[in-house]
C-alpha cells in the first residue's frame, strides 16, 4: 500500500485532530451484493441541469428518433455539461417536470421513450497517451462529465486547470463516508482497472506527477483490488484512511493525504491539488477509451424499508421507482425516502423524480432510521453550550456561534467567523445533543446570502444598465446641442457670406452716367 509523504508535524496534528464523528454506517446491507442492471423503464426524463452552472439547451424536437449517446443538449456557458440519449427512442416532450432539486420545484427536462431497440452512434476507440491534454479536456467535457460523488462540477473544467499552471498530485476520492453508500465500493472493488485507467488518463492531461487514491480503511476489498490493478503503475498509490464523516470531503481528503490545507476561499489547484471521484475516474475511462458519454451510473438503494437492498447501475433520467421496485419494493412503511447518503442527501416528495449524474443513492428510511444520522429532528431544544459542534466540525469552525448570529439575523457576523467555509456536511447536527438542526441553519443562511448576491447582482445590473442610460442620453443631448450649434454657426456664416458676396457685387458695379454733358 502506498504512503503519501507529509511532514512530521502535519502527521501528527492530524492524528490528534479529533474532527468528525462515526455514525452507524449500515454498509453491510449492501456491500456484499454485485452490481446489477435495471431494466429500461417506460419513460426516461432527462432534467436539463445536472451539474453546477447553466441548464442545458436542448437541441431536438419532439417527435424526434434518437439513437444511444445521441447528443440531446448542448453545455451553455463555461461551467455547464452537455446531456445525451441513454437508449434509443422517441423525444415524447420537453417539459417543465419534478426534478431533484432542494426547493421541490419542477425544472425543464427533456422526456424520452425508450424504442427497446437500444440502437447506439457507432463506438469510437482511442488510445488516451496518443491525445493531447487540450484533446482530453475537450472529449471529456463533451461526454456531459460531472462530479459523480455528488458535487456534480464539471469535470473538464477542472482538467483544463492543470493546463494553465501545475498541479502536480492528483487524488481520487475513494472514502465515501456517508453511511448505507456502498456504490464507490463496489466499483473499486469490481472495476478497479477502470478506476486506475481513468486516473491514468486524468493524470497524463492535466500534466501532473502522482496519484493518491484515498479509500476508507473499513473497505479492504477494495483497496486490495486496486492495488492490484495500480501493480504496474509506481505513480498510482492507494491509501487507507481512518473510517471517520466526513472524510469523504475534499478538503478532509487532501488535508489528510497531503498535509496541506485549502485556503479559506481558496481551490485545491492552489495548492498544488486536483480531486476526482473515483466514479468520475471510471467514467473519463470509457470517455475517451471508447467515446461513451455519461449516460448511466451506479446507485445504492439501502434502508429499512427496502425488500432488497443492492447496488445497481441504471441509465441517468429512469425514475426512482423503477429503482425501488427492481429491488422488490417496500417491506416496511417507509417515512422518508432521500437521495444520496442520509447525512447531506436530499430528502425528496415524489419517487417519479429521476436518478441524476450526481445521484449515489436512494433510501427509504423507517421511523427508528429517521432522526439518527442528524436529519430533521423536531425535538429540538435549547444549546447548553457544551461545544461538542465545536470539537466535531471538520472545518475547526464554531457552530453554535454561528447559529446564534444566524438566528439573530447577523448573517453578515456568521460570514465573518466562517459561514462560507461550512462544507454542510450536518456533523455539528449529529452530535448536538440538544438535537438542534445546526446545519439547517447555515444551509438557510447561506440560501439567504446566495439570494442577497443575486438581489446585488440584479440591482448592479439594473444600476448599470440605468448609468448606461443616463449616459448616453446625454451624450445624445450633447450631439444635439453641437449639431445645433453647428448649424446655426453655417446659417451665420452663409448669411456672411452672401452679404459679403454682395458687397462686393455693389462695389463691383460700375458708377452710373452723369445727366449733364461736358463743355
Not at 133 to 151: D, T
Not at 181 to 200: F, K, S
Not at 360 to 369: K, P, Q, R, W
Request: net charge neutral; charged share 20%.
Amino acid at each position: 500500500m502506498g504512503s503519501p509523504s507529509i511532514p512530521p508535524l502535519a502527521r501528527l496534528a492530524r492524528l490528534l485532530n479529533p474532527w468528525g464523528v462515526h455514525p452507524e454506517g449500515r454498509k453491510q446491507l449492501t456491500a456484499d451484493t454485485e452490481i446489477a442492471l435495471v431494466p429500461l423503464p417506460d419513460r426516461l426524463v432527462l432534467p436539463l441541469s445536472q451539474h453546477i452552472g447553466a441548464p442545458a439547451r436542448p437541441i431536438v424536437e419532439v417527435g424526434t428518433r434518437v439513437l444511444r449517446n445521441q447528443l440531446l443538449a448542448e453545455a451553455q456557458g463555461a461551467i455547464s455539461a452537455p446531456i445525451h440519449a441513454p437508449t434509443s427512442g422517441i423525444v415524447v416532450g420537453i417539459a417543465e417536470v419534478p426534478v431533484p432539486h432542494p426547493s421541490g420545484l419542477p425544472g425543464p427536462a427533456i422526456l424520452l421513450e425508450p424504442d427497446g431497440a437500444d440502437e447506439a452512434l457507432p463506438a469510437e476507440h482511442n488510445d488516451p497517451f496518443a491525445l493531447s491534454a487540450a484533446e482530453i479536456s475537450r472529449r471529456v467535457a463533451e461526454a456531459g462529465i460531472v462530479g459523480m460523488g455528488g458535487a456534480t462540477f464539471p469535470a473538464a473544467v477542472k482538467l483544463s486547470l492543470g493546463q494553465k499552471t501545475a498541479i502536480p498530485t492528483l487524488i481520487l476520492n475513494g472514502g465515501e463516508c456517508e453511511p448505507y453508500l456502498t456504490c464507490d465500493d463496489r466499483l473499486m472493488r469490481d472495476r478497479a482497472n477502470q478506476v486506475i485507467d481513468g486516473a491514468r488518463i486524468i493524470l497524463h492531461a492535466m500534466g501532473g506527477r502522482e496519484v493518491l487514491i484515498g479509500v476508507e480503511n473499513n473497505k479492504p476489498e477494495a483497496i486490495a483490488a486496486l492495488e492490484a490493478a495500480a501493480g504496474a503503475f509506481p505513480e498510482v498509490k492507494v491509501v487507507a484512511v481512518p473510517s471517520r464523516y466526513p472524510m469523504g470531503s475534499e478538503k478532509q481528503l487532501i488535508e489528510w493525504l497531503t498535509g496541506r490545507e485549502i485556503p479559506a476561499g481558496g481551490r485545491p489547484a492552489d495548492i498544488g491539488v486536483m480531486v476526482q471521484n473515483v466514479g468520475t475516474a471510471a467514467a473519463i475511462h470509457r470517455a475517451i477509451r471508447f467515446g461513451e458519454p455519461l449516460t448511466r451510473r451506479i446507485v445504492t438503494v439501502s434502508g429499512g424499508a427496502v425488500r432488497t437492498p443492492r447496488n445497481v447501475e441504471v441509465r441517468i433520467g429512469t425514475p426512482l421507482s423503477a429503482l425501488l421496485a427492481f429491488c422488490g419494493g417496500l417491506k416496511a412503511e417507509a417515512v422518508r425516502y432521500v437521495m444520496g447518503g442520509p447525512m447531506m442527501g436530499l430528502a425528496v416528495q415524489s419517487l417519479e423524480i429521476p436518478v441524476i449524474k450526481g445521484s449515489g443513492g436512494l433510501l427509504a428510511l423507517v421511523a427508528g432510521e429517521v432522526g439518527s444520522y442528524g436529519t430533521e429532528d423536531t425535538s429540538a431544544g435549547p444549546c447548553i453550550r457544551c461545544a461538542s459542534c465545536v470539537g466535531a466540525c471538520p472545518i475547526g469552525l464554531m457552530p453554535l456561534d454561528m447559529a446564534a448570529l444566524i438566528k439573530h439575523g447577523d448573517l453578515a457576523a456568521s460570514v465573518d467567523i466562517g459561514l462560507k467555509d461550512c462544507i454542510g456536511c450536518g456533523t455539528c447536527s449529529y452530535v448536538c445533543p440538544s438535537k438542534i438542526p445546526l446545519v439547517h441553519y447555515f444551509n438557510h443562511a447561506k440560501g439567504e446570502l446566495a439570494a442577497q448576491d443575486r438581489n446585488k447582482m440584479k440591482q448592479d445590473a439594473i444600476k448599470q444598465l440605468a448609468d448606461a442610460r443616463t449616459a448616453r442620453m446625454e451624450q445624445e443631448a450633447r450631439e444635439k446641442a453641437e449639431a445645433a450649434a453647428r448649424r446655426k454657426a453655417e446659417r451665420e456664416k452663409a448669411k456672411a457670406e452672401a452679404a459679403a458676396k454682395a458687397a462686393a457685387k455693389k462695389a463691383a458695379a460700375p458708377a452710373p452716367a452723369s445727366e449733364e454733358s461736358p463743355a
